[in-house]
């Protein structure tokens, strides 16, 4: 039982040893044990990382970390260090973060966009700003914004401009674990400089002392006041904040996503803040969008990586409903829209399965029969989605009249396999699939691009308007009135 728990949280050793004392396993040759396993059994292994040679350096790195008298703690850093690297958003060492050491920011923060510099803004778990004249912070301590979110992301994905920032971003929460990694001192409170939103205002920057806590602050469903339903006469809204396998199920008062579809006469579907779960979604929505006499969509291909344990057939990939072109389950005009699919983007190659990788698996949709919707649709997404929200957003993305609004995805998808170590009780996530858009390109790293690109603002994540949403109802208006005029 003492070990189950071990792996359950993350641990070297039993738990009664705690984070803070050293590995009873030589750490060094415990994170040679995951390199072999990124080299062997990662799908990604090689979409960040040049070569083998590039690999054994980083975790030469990765050792180097551990420093001279590395604790439990320091070794799950620099196995969560190493995974970062490959770019897998999904590859975690599981329970890392249950491990790091408080105490905690109160507040949350969130960036205005991708590039360093760009400005990041605190506010409490209300989404209320802590300083209504001044929503920027510019340092933690004294020292500046950039230094502390750039020392998170050392241990977030090396993914896409977007979900790097967000999530280390994210991570400014464990303020007592990065003032280690910056040399600070330990302390109860924290200084937050904060500024105005316009660099050009008068209003002074000012400081506020923010004591901390003993756990850390939850972001929670956000966007978060609305349900399904209808938004204003003949404008339905579809919100999926998870990826469920039955939809909406939150609020059963609320009218049934089927009649929506069948009563609207354009429709927002809502992604934003979807961390993945269930690709049901995708079949159960995307073909009720799709023209009658629209031929099937290929929206995504995908490729397993072979070792023990998975198996290279039909049926590999079935429980994300995927399948080889020459499967049985695909009727003709699914196989004769993948062979057409790869011929138009050159992926035919991709037909050859290689010693490392297994035969290609494509996901397809078609219309479906029943509460299928003609009107015009704008789907709104955001950095927050990821794994089966960007597979949805790429499907979506796909079918005529669709509208793809807001901010790219954050780009995930990997199919996850877990390897319980052999060296000590740990237990490494990594991606088995090597996921793809239809031209070739991983989600990992890149997203699904929005047609209507819309900058964040302050608005977007504090409570009162919801901005984005009011620009897709503007566009939906003006879509039907010229549909009405034509």
């Known amino acids: 039982m003492r070990i189950w728990i071990a792996v359950m949280l993350g641990l070297c050793v039993c738990t009664a040893r705690g984070q ?8 060094a040759t415990v994170v040679a044990e995951v390199r072999d396993l990124i080299r062997d059994r990662h799908s990604y292994a090689f979409l960040r990382i040049a070569d083998e040679a590039e690999l054994d350096t980083l975790a030469d790195r990765a050792i180097e970390r551990l420093g001279p008298t590395p604790t439990n703690r320091d070794l799950g850093d620099a196995i969560t260090w190493l995974l970062a690297r490959t770019g897998d958003a999904h590859a975690s060492l599981r329970g890392w973060r249950s491990t790091l050491a408080g105490p905690f920011a109160p507040l949350l923060l969130a960036p205005m966009g991708n590039e360093p510099g760009s ?6 778990e209300r989404r209320f700003p802590i300083d209504s004249k001044r929503l920027v912070v510019t340092s933690i301590d004294g020292v500046d914004i950039e230094t502390w979110i750039t020392a998170a992301g050392e241990y977030v994905a090396d993914g ?8 280390a971003v994210q991570m400014l929460r464990y303020l007592g674990w990065l003032r ?20 050009a205002s008068e209003v002074e920057p000012r400081d506020h002392e923010i004591e901390l806590a003993d756990h850390r602050a939850m972001y929670g469903e956000w966007p978060r006041a609305r349900s399904s339903g209808f938004i204003e006469e003949g404008i339905g809204y579809l919100r999926f904040d998870r990826m469920h396998e039955r939809p909406d199920g939150r609020d059963s008062e609320r009218p049934a996503w089927r009649t929506i579809l069948r009563h609207a006469q354009a429709l927002v579907i809502d992604l934003r803040g979807n961390s993945g779960g269930s690709r049901d979604l995708v079949y159960e929505i995307v073909p009720r969008l799709i023209p009658e006499d629209h031929p099937p969509i290929v929206f995504t291909w995908a490729r397993l990586r072979l070792q023990p344990g998975v198996r290279d057939d039909d049926e590999a990939a079935a429980d994300r409903f995927m399948y080889p072109v020459s499967s049985r389950r695909w009727p003709p005009a699914h196989r004769e829209a993948i062979r057409i699919h790869l011929r138009e983007h050159g992926l035919a190659d991709a037909l050859q399965p290689t010693a490392q990788f297994g035969r290609p698996v494509f996901g397809v949709v078609a219309s479906a029969s029943g ?8 789907v709104l997404i ?3 989605c990821f794994s089966a929200a960007d597979i949805m957003a790429a499907a979506l993305a796909e079918v005529p009249g669709v509208e793809l609004m807001g901010r790219p995805t ?3 998808s990997a199919y996850i396999r877990r390897h319980e170590l052999e060296l000590a009780p740990l237990e490494v996530r990594l991606g088995q699939m090597d996921s793809r858009r239809i031209d070739g390109r991983t989600f990992d790293g890149n997203g699904v691009q929005p047609d209507i690109h819309v900058p964040a603002t302050p608005a ?3 409570a009162g308007p919801d901005p984005l949403l009011d620009a897709a109802l503007e566009r939906l208006r003006k879509r039907m009135a010229e549909s009405a005029d034509s």
């Not at 803070?20 to 030589?26: I, V």
């Not at 280690?180 to 660099?199: E, F």
């Open 382 to 384: 955001d950095e927050s």
């Open 460 to 462: 977007d994540f504090l």
């Open 371 to 378: 509460d299928r919707f003609s009107g015009p649709v704008v």
């Open 180 to 199: 280690t990694k910056l040399s600070l001192p330990p302390c109860d409170t924290a200084i937050y400089r904060l500024a105005p939103i316009d660099p």
């Open 119 to 124: 400005a990041v803004i605190a506010f409490d």
């Open 410 to 412: 954050g780009g995930g």
């Open 20 to 27: 803070d004392e050293q590995p009873t396993t030589n750490p």
């Open 160 to 167: 896409s401009p977007q979900l790097k920032r967000s999530r």
